[in-house]
């Protein structure tokens, strides 16, 4: 059983920039053809992605809040990397287990985590079937596929210890730096290392060695072991008792560091907070003389460790078990990287021909291939072609706000720059620049208020109270002239659109009912167009699959007020042309539609 493939993919809990970044750069150099990290969890982050080098090229690696949103958004990434400090690894590794089905393998990093804890996280990680590497880890590795931050070191370590591609050799340590040095010593006296990881120096870790030994013991590319233990604790007995009972059949290399503290007269522990001898078989040099007993390569001392390694390799090699490995090529990483300061996601220009989101403009642009400017809208603003339902509702929105006369602000600004002589382009800004909240503001408003009273279960009655105690007129609601006995029938031709063609319109459902509240008070406070289109859109959006946090993201940058800039610029040009081909003279207001009230200067 393979721990890591190449298709393996991490949720990396905590933006750590320098971890992350060998782990690309490791997956560049041995050609995986997708990043081994999915997503990034930053809970303080305010951003919804980072920048990280492939290569010579940035890729964007999402963020999320919390690691169930990111998991909802990557199904696929089945392991978590917590990165996490002693403080809060214990609550990020609870939260994931409970993540069912998501996460097979879990790494700690930090190193201190209250025994009490650290035991009761291992045996829930054990009870849901996953594997927790850690605490006080750097990690594991499957050479040419996966490998966890740091273990390994720098590149060029990495590729001096033959660890960008599969060997034959599966090496389990506790400790990092021994799992470093043990990476090169194979690749001098063997062929690399087929898997291998660093458990962890706590004294209670997640997998113990029995647990990654059985695991390599089913690993097709594992041909022998190597266990690098340490004094204190009883784990290497379990092994020692696997080979005996002939569950661990692989040839297996052992060796227990710590063989020194015989010479001392009290207990000394030497580095991990587990390796301390608390009884005779809990010394280096019992467990190094079980281990022999039991059939494992056991070397006299470190310093032979290479000679034992190269003789069991030789070994294999000769009987056929192990074969020559090829070198393959490896992508080197560019000297020199540079960051771009501008990222588009929805267009490309560099080809023979542009692409909107990937597809090319030949393909959208004349009427045979069914592309309408509905189609263009949706691909370019939301980055999905919708359904033709809404794509056709996107279109009467734009023809519904288009042009509402000469008299509104817009339209009277854009005329009266037009009559002063300039051109088209600052004649349609002076008329955008009045749209805000007082004139085409409302949708979003609407959208977002109406949405909040359903969303929280409001009646009619209670959503007034609540608007009225906020101080905010009710967006999307009441009109000048238009009413219950003179409807606005642009709304009436928007109501007889949904109808026939919405799956369900709840919210729209919603405000008409408090649009009942407000005509028993006053017959003019009907909902209008800017409320009818802002609801409208909120209910397209959710039947579209788009969840809370999207449609919230689209009212808070302005995208409904987008689609009324949009549709009034079709007007403003009419009426800046309608100047133009007229040939009007400078504008000037009458006085007599002024009210002077001018107070004369008292002179001293």
């Known amino acids: 059983m393979r721990l890591f493939t190449k298709d393996t993919q991490a949720i990396f809990w905590n933006n750590n920039r320098s971890a992350i970044q060998r782990m690309l750069d490791y997956d560049y150099t041995i050609k ?11 809970p303080t982050s305010t951003a919804t992605f980072d920048k ?3 290569g010579g090229e940035e890729i964007m690696i999402p963020l999320y809040r919390s690691t169930p949103e990111a998991a909802q958004n990557h199904p696929n990434a089945d392991v978590l990397l917590n990165f996490g400090s002693f403080r809060t690894a214990y609550d990020v590794v609870m939260e994931a287990i409970e993540l069912e089905g998501q996460f097979r393998t879990i790494m700690v990093t930090a190193e201190g985590i209250p025994e009490r804890r650290a035991r009761f996280m291992n045996a829930m990680a054990r009870e849901k079937g996953v594997t927790i590497i850690g605490p006080a880890t750097v990690g594991g590795i499957a050479p040419g596929a996966f490998k966890i931050a740091n273990i390994g070191g720098t590149l060029e370590n990495i590729i001096n210890s033959r660890l960008h591609r599969c060997g034959s050799c599966g090496l389990v340590t506790r400790s990092g730096g021994l799992f470093n040095e043990m990476a090169n010593i194979i690749s001098i006296n063997a062929d690399g290392i087929a898997e291998g990881l660093a458990i962890g120096g706590d004294r209670f870790v997640g997998s113990v060695f029995i647990d990654n030994l059985l695991r390599m013991q089913n690993n097709p590319d594992v041909k022998y072991m190597i266990l690098l233990g340490e004094v204190g604790g009883v784990e290497e007995y379990k092994v020692i008792e696997a080979v005996k009972s002939g569950k661990i059949t692989k040839p297996i ?3 227990c560091i710590g063989t020194i503290a015989k010479h001392f007269e009290s207990g000394v522990q030497f580095g991990h907070a587990g390796a301390s001898a608390n009884a005779d078989r809990e010394t280096a040099e019992a467990k190094n003389i079980a281990m022999r007993e039991a059939g494992f390569y056991v070397p006299a001392s470190f310093n032979e460790m290479p000679l034992v390694i190269n003789e069991v390799y030789q070994e294999l090699l000769a009987k056929g078990v192990i074969k020559v490995i090829e070198e393959p090529e490896v992508s080197p990483i560019p000297a020199e990287r540079k960051a771009r300061n501008f990222i588009c996601t929805i267009s490309d220009d560099r080809g023979e021909e542009a692409t909107y989101c ?6 959208v642009a004349t009427p045979d291939t069914g592309y309408t400017l509905g189609d263009v ?4 603003w939301f980055k999905k ?12 929105v734009l023809k519904t706000v288009a042009d509402h006369g000469p008299a509104v602000s817009g339209a009277h600004n854009a005329k009266v720059t037009a009559r002063a002589g300039k051109d088209v382009v600052s004649s349609l800004i002076s008329g955008l620049l009045t749209i805000g909240p007082r004139f085409g503001g409302a949708i979003d408003g609407a959208a977002k208020y109406f949405k909040y009273g359903y969303d929280n279960n409001l009646s009619p009655k209670e959503f007034l109270k609540y608007m009225k105690k906020e101080g905010i007129p009710i967006p999307g609601i009441g009109h000048r002239i238009k ?4 409807p606005d029938l642009r709304i009436t031709g928007l109501k007889k659109f949904v109808a026939e063609n919405f799956p369900s319109s709840p919210i729209l459902d919603y405000a008409l009912e408090i649009e009942k509240e407000t005509t028993s008070k006053k ?5 209008n167009v800017d409320g009818t289109i802002g609801v409208l859109m909120v209910d397209m959006w959710r039947e579209l699959g788009y969840d809370d946090d999207e449609i919230n993201t689209f009212i808070d940058a302005g995208a409904l007020n987008a689609f009324f800039i949009l549709g009034r610029c079709i007007g403003f040009i009419g009426h800046i042309l309608d100047e133009k081909r007229l040939n009007m003279p400078m504008y000037r207001h009458p006085w007599d539609d002024i009210l002077y009230d001018i107070d004369p200067i008292k002179e001293s």
């Open 52 to 54: 990280y080098f492939y």
């Open 523 to 527: 017959d003019n406070l009907i909902l």
């Open 377 to 380: 809208m949706s691909i370019l």
């Open 358 to 363: 990937g597809i090319p403009i030949s393909n």
């Open 32 to 42: 995986r053809e997708k990043p081994s990290v999915a997503a990034i969890v930053a």
């Open 483 to 486: 009413s219950v006995r003179n």
């Open 385 to 396: 072609r919708y359904p033709r339902w809404a794509v056709d509702f996107i279109e009467t």
């Open 253 to 255: 290399i052992g060796w």
